[in-house]
């Protein structure tokens, strides 16, 4: 268990900078999950933000977990 929360934080981690990066700079157009989501128009920083907040709370569940 403590694997898979590691792998979905890595993937929310790398997702979220992808979309800062996008908002901030306008680069790496085409790369990550949240342009393409249409419902995510005009909220892209703020899931963005939350994807990152969210891989850092993954991070620490699998931190506090029973190690197996």
Known sequence: MKQVLE?????ALVQGVIGLVQEVTGRLHGWGLVRRLGFLDGHELY????????????FAAAQSGKSG
């Open 7 to 11: 792998v979905l934080g890595f993937v």
């Open 47 to 58: 899931a963005s933000a939350a994807l990152v907040v969210l891989a850092l709370a993954l």
